[in-house]
């Protein structure tokens, strides 16, 4: 009897447009280390690689919890001091009208969870470019659309309302906003804020609203919670413990969805239904929330120092050379400094991966405005580290310049 051949197995087709550029470079980077070369990582934002400790009161309340044997289930939804905390913090940043809180392994199940519960295949969400990847990732795992709309980059990378407007069709059922946005640390004003919402309640779509960095402001400008400014509209917040309270590990965030009842009512009765399918959130972590949003924040005060002096260090060195430039972050820990190079900015990256050992992440990696080219660096390790590495980038750079 012939034996037949084994048949590989094939991979959903929904998986051929899922990248995530932040992580597949650091296959690249581990190439180079390999090779012996002396590696200095700006790449990814995790303030606990570098000098940035969690909380000391976070640790001992998850500490306590499990002695406690807060250790099996909770609620889909989280425990009940974690969601009450989420509120209280919630009204104090001006968000009225609170229709359900949840709490979900990261920010980023709590994107995806929202994502999943809203839209079927072929509808889009508009995305901004720049922006966080996962967004066109959880949307292609979906069968559904990532629509860029484009950040002014002239004008502090604030978003274009009238792209915004131009780009919503039928199939259009949410916009996301990222606030303070990642890559480009900018932080968005109250008018245009308001001008997005006016524009989503006018096509009758969701908005979502990212804020994680929102404890991470490095400027004189005010943040505002874009639910915060009309009580009646159809807003998620997504919010969590792994930036402004640096437990990224901890895989502790949440969804807070305000507005209307009666325009909310059949789409959160769908997150419900995902929520209790995959049961909860890690348990005892879900103690650090009251701790974290409730007990003492001196430690912000310090983290936002360093990062001060590091972004100055950043703003100022990305500048002061022909073929880069950078606008000046408001808030979180990233920059994306402009590139006038030959080629595009993802060759640019790899070269200078393979030969300084600097680890940043192509601007394409995070959508861009066409014939435009950038990179995303971290500002997060140690002054020394960051001196050396724009050096050497910038050393990269002079042999690249667009002639």
Request: one cysteine or more.
């Amino acid at each position: 009897m012939a034996q037949s051949v084994p048949t590989p197995i094939r991979p959903a087709r929904r998986t051929k447009d899922i990248t995530y550029a932040v992580r597949d470079i650091v296959a690249l980077a581990q190439e180079a280390a390999r090779g012996g070369r002396e590696m200095l990582y700006l790449n990814i934002g995790d303030p606990n690689k570098f000098d940035f400790i969690t909380p000391p009161h976070m640790v001992e309340a998850v500490l306590k919890a499990m002695r406690d044997n807060h250790n099996g289930y909770s609620a889909s939804s989280g425990i009940p001091a974690a969601v009450h905390a989420i509120e209280r913090d919630a009204a104090k940043r001006g968000i009225r009208n609170i229709r359900d809180v949840f709490v979900t392994s990261g920010g980023s199940e709590a994107i995806e969870i929202c994502l999943t519960a809203l839209v079927d295949r072929g509808d889009n969400v508009l995305i901004p470019y720049p922006g966080y990847p996962l967004y066109e990732a959880v949307l292609a795992k979906l069968e559904a659309v990532a629509k860029p709309y484009f950040l002014d980059e002239e004008h502090g990378w604030r978003p274009d309302v009238e792209d915004i407007r131009n780009k919503i069709d039928s199939k259009t059922r949410a916009i996301v906003l990222i606030n303070p946005n990642n890559p480009t640390g900018a932080m968005y004003d109250r008018e245009t804020l308001r001008e997005v919402l006016a524009l989503a309640a006018e096509r009758g779509i969701l908005v979502f609203a990212d804020e994680i960095y929102d404890r991470m402001i490095l400027s004189d400008k005010e943040h505002v919670s874009v639910a915060s400014l009309d009580p009646e509209a159809p807003v998620v917040t997504f919010n969590g413990l792994s930036k402004g309270f640096l437990a990224p590990g901890w895989r502790i965030g949440w969804g807070i969805v305000s507005g209307k009842e009666s325009l909310l009512k059949d789409y959160l009765a769908g997150v419900n239904k995902i929520l209790r399918a995959r049961l909860c959130a890690s348990h005892p972590m879900q103690h650090a929330i009251t701790a974290a949003l409730d007990g003492e924040k001196e430690f912000i005060a310090h983290t936002k120092e360093k990062l001060l002096r590091r972004r100055d260090i950043t703003f100022e060195m990305l500048n002061s050379a022909p073929g880069i430039s950078c606008i000046k972050p408001d808030a979180a820990f990233y920059a994306f400094p402009k590139l006038d190079i030959e080629g595009t900015d993802e060759d640019f990256v790899k070269g200078l991966i393979r030969e300084t050992g600097v680890v940043v992440v192509h601007g394409s990696g995070f959508g861009e405005k066409p014939g435009t080219k950038h990179l995303r660096v971290v500002f997060l390790p140690q002054e020394e580290i960051l001196r050396k590495a724009y050096k050497n980038l910038l050393d990269y750079l002079k042999k690249h310049l667009k002639k």
